[in-house]
């Protein structure tokens, strides 16, 4: 079956924009990592919470990557495809591997929605505690831990 212009267009666009997002929010990280930070993507748009999450990579972009509401140096790289140097580019492209892999499906997802360190997890309950909400967590349900990772769904 071969997809119309419109849907090569939108694919090629939800490649370029998971692909920036993860390469903003993590261009050091490991290509786990990577995994991690895409699969929140889909997982996120797929929750159906409209509202919380949006219904695109673009949207999901917007609510809840601090790389894309900041637009981070890292992030404007990803989009301009301008990068200060050849190890950069490298983790370019491995972000981009990631991002394909988990939109074709060869790639599979991790489950978590979010994820936080240890100290994040921490900071964020202590800011809480001060009446500062930042993340809710009784509203999710703790997953399963990856590397330095703690992960969290609905």
């Known amino acids: 079956m071969s997809r119309s212009p419109e849907e090569m267009f ?7 924009q998971l ?5 903003g929010e993590g261009a050091s990280t490991s290509d786990e990592v990577m995994r991690m930070q895409g699969s929140s993507v889909l997982n996120r748009i797929e929750a159906g919470r409209l509202k919380e999450f949006g219904s ?11 790389a894309v509401k900041d637009n981070t140096d890292l992030y404007q790289q990803a989009v301009t495809g301008n990068f200060p140097d050849k190890n950069s580019e490298n983790a370019y492209k491995r972000a981009m591997a990631q991002a394909s892999g988990l939109l074709k499906g060869t790639i599979d997802r991790h489950k978590a929605q979010f994820f936080f360190t240890k100290k994040e997890e921490d900071r964020i309950r202590k800011a809480g505690e001060k009446g500062k909400k930042e993340f809710d967590f009784s509203l999710v349900k703790r997953g399963e831990d990856s590397g330095i990772y703690r992960t969290y769904h609905y």
Do not use: F, H, P
């Open 10 to 16: 939108q694919a090629s666009k939800d490649l370029a």
């Open 56 to 66: 695109s990579i673009e949207e999901a972009g917007q609510k809840g990557y601090n």
């Open 19 to 23: 692909t920036a997002i993860i390469y």
